[in-house]
C-alpha cells in the first residue's frame, strides 16, 4: 500500500511538472534494468534516449528475422506466391520443432507474418531456400543488406536466429528496427496478436499468437515488435512504441526470464515518461551481473 501511494504520489509531481512546463529529470543512474545491453532511440529525432553496454557484440537470437524479412522484402517477390514446406538439410537441436507439415503450401505473405508475430523458425528457413539462388544466396543478402545499413559489428549465419552465431549490438539493432519499422509489413505482421494460417496440399489451418504479450496489453501502443530467445543470448526483445509522442525504438539483449526484457521495456517507458527508475527482480539482478561477468571475461565487453 505504501508503495502504490509512493508511487501515486510521483506521478502526481512529475504530472504537475509536465503541466508547468518544467522538464523531467532523467538520470540514466536510476533506470535499473534486467538486460544485458540496452538502448533506446527516439526515430524522429535519432537522439539516444539512454544505453547501457550498447556497442557489445552479442548473440542476437530470433531478432535475426527482422534482417530476414527485409531481405525478402527487397526482393520483391510476389507475397501471394504459395512456397513449399521443405525440411532443412541438417538437423539442429535446439527449436526446431515446427506445426507445419512438409510438403505443405503456404504464401509468402503468411510464412513472414507467422515468422514474425510468432517467431516460426521453419518459416524463416522456407523464405530463405525460396529466395533467388537459395539459402546461401539468402545469407549473403542479409550480411550485405547489414552493411548497406552501416551494421559493422552485425554477422549472420542462418535466417531463423537459432544459430548463436547470429551477432549484433544494440546499436546496430537499432539501424535494423528504423529500416524494418520503415516498412508497413514488418510493422503489421510483426504486431499482429493472433492469425490462423491456412496451408494446402493438404488443406489445414494452424493458430498461432503473438510471442510479445504486450501487444494484447490496452496499456501499450506498439508498432513493431520482435522477440527473441536461445540459451547463448537470453532474452531478447526490440519494440518501437509511442511514449509522449515519440515513436521510441527499444533493444533489449539478454536477460532472464520470459517477462524480463517486457518489464525493461516498461520501465523504460515510465523512466522517460516519469523520471522514476524503477526496481528489478534480484534472481533478475544476479543473472545480469552473472552474464555481465562473462562477457567482460570473452572480450566482447572491451
Keep these: 500500500m505504501m508503495r502504490l501511494l509512493r508511487l501515486l504520489l510521483l506521478l502526481c509531481v512529475c504530472g504537475f511538472a509536465q503541466a508547468s512546463g518544467q522538464p523531467i529529470e532523467r538520470d540514466p543512474a ?3 534494468l534486467a538486460s544485458v545491453s540496452a538502448l533506446a532511440v527516439d526515430l524522429g529525432s535519432g537522439d539516444i534516449l539512454f544505453r547501457r553496454h550498447s556497442d557489445w ?3 542476437i537470437a530470433s531478432i535475426t528475422k527482422l534482417m530476414t524479412a ?3 522484402l527487397d526482393a520483391d517477390q510476389s507475397l501471394d506466391e504459395r512456397l513449399t514446406i521443405v525440411e532443412r538439410e541438417h538437423e539442429i537441436s535446439k527449436n526446431a520443432y515446427s506445426r507445419m507439415r512438409i510438403g505443405s503450401q503456404l504464401s509468402r505473405r503468411s510464412l513472414l507474418r507467422i515468422m514474425l508475430m510468432s517467431s516460426e523458425n521453419l518459416a524463416a528457413y522456407v523464405l530463405s531456400v525460396h529466395y533467388p539462388g537459395g539459402r ?3 545469407l549473403l543478402a542479409m550480411n550485405e543488406k547489414a552493411r548497406q545499413l552501416g551494421m559493422m559489428d552485425t554477422r549472420f549465419s542462418d535466417a531463423s536466429g537459432l544459430s548463436p552465431e547470429n551477432v549484433s549490438t544494440a546499436r546496430d539493432l537499432a539501424a535494423l528496427v528504423r529500416a524494418a519499422h520503415a516498412h508497413q509489413e514488418i510493422r503489421e505482421y510483426s504486431t499482429t496478436a493472433s492469425y490462423s494460417a491456412r496451408f494446402s496440399a493438404p488443406s489445414y489451418t494452424l493458430p498461432y499468437g503473438n510471442t510479445n504479450a504486450l501487444i494484447s496489453s490496452g496499456s501499450w501502443d506498439i508498432r513493431l515488435s520482435k522477440t527473441g530467445y536461445l540459451v547463448e543470448a537470453g532474452r531478447c526483445l526490440v519494440l518501437v ?5 515519440m515513436d521510441v525504438a527499444m533493444v533489449l539483449l539478454d536477460s532472464f526470464g520470459t517477462r524480463s526484457p517486457l518489464g525493461d521495456a516498461a520501465r523504460i517507458r515510465r523512466w522517460l515518461a516519469t523520471g522514476d527508475g524503477g526496481t528489478v527482480a534480484a534472481p533478475a539482478l544476479e543473472y545480469q551481473q552473472r552474464r555481465i561477468g562473462v562477457v567482460q571475461q570473452a572480450g566482447a565487453g572491451n
Design 30 to 32: 536510476t533506470l535499473q
Design 57 to 59: 557484440q552479442l548473440p
Design 70 to 72: 527485409l531481405v525478402i
Design 136 to 138: 546461401d544466396a539468402f
Design 241 to 245: 512504441t509511442a511514449v509522449d509522442g
